[in-house]
């Protein structure tokens, strides 16, 4: 089920940016820009992390910065912050539809694997 959901959220946010602009109307903007570059570095920290670590696969799906998951969790937090930068409901929907299958999908991962110390 979380496959199918987050395939579909996949699809959306991938596709929905190419009919999409982006508009500087004030601050609610400004402040959804900062989170996407904030969301984009802490999620290519996570794959610095995962490469550092001679691609332990428990790296991808361990907490950092006290934030689960920060692998799923960052691309949807991106997302969300894009949506509210283009002014698209349709790619908010996808955005939370992906979260929906993702966020859960990759704990469950993470429960299955070894923890790090």
């Known amino acids: 089920m979380y496959q199918i959901t987050e395939n579909l959220g996949r699809v959306g946010v991938m596709v929905l940016p190419l009919f999409s602009a982006i508009r500087m109307e004030g601050g609610l903007e400004s402040i959804a820009l900062g989170i996407m570059l ?6 290519s920290s996570g794959w610095i992390r995962y490469l550092r670590n001679e691609r332990e696969y428990r790296y991808l799906y361990a907490a ?12 949807v937090l991106y997302f969300i912050s894009a949506s ?8 908010l929907v996808c955005s939370l539809i992906l979260g929906i299958g993702h966020i859960p999908a990759s704990i469950q991962i993470q429960r299955s694997l070894p923890k790090i110390n």
């Open 84 to 91: 509210l930068l283009m002014h698209s409901v349709p790619l």
């Open 38 to 43: 904030l969301s984009l570095g802490i999620y």
């Open 64 to 75: 950092m910065l006290g934030i689960p998951v920060p692998m799923a969790v960052m691309p």
